[in-house]
């Protein structure tokens, strides 16, 4: 059972990614068919599926960074509060693409 604080960290992960998603306009069936051609088994229900969860296998974080073509990430892309937690926003002068 995952502790309070891998929670929330897999939490800021997911948002990172629908926060990149969104940024770029990439439909969930639009990266699906992105990480089909990196021969990756996805779909837009699984993806839904991985990013409501939270659970996302570090795999496939790396592969939807590769196909959105972001460039670098830092952990400073992501605020922390007063507890050492992340908070679920992704700053605008992060997660630069190429």
């Known amino acids: 059972m995952p502790t309070l604080r891998e929670k929330h960290w897999a939490e800021a992960a997911s ?46 974080f790396l592969a939807t960074m590769s196909v959105l073509e972001i460039k670098g990430f830092s952990l400073s892309d992501l605020e922390i509060d007063q507890r050492g937690l992340p908070v679920p926003t992704l700053r605008k002068s992060g997660a630069s693409s190429g």
């Open 15 to 60: 948002r990172f990614l629908k926060e990149a998603l969104k940024q770029r306009s990439v439909s969930y069936k639009e990266l699906a068919q992105r990480l089909q051609a990196h021969g990756l088994d996805e779909n837009e229900r699984s993806i839904a599926a991985k990013l409501a969860r939270a659970s996302l296998p570090l795999s496939f």
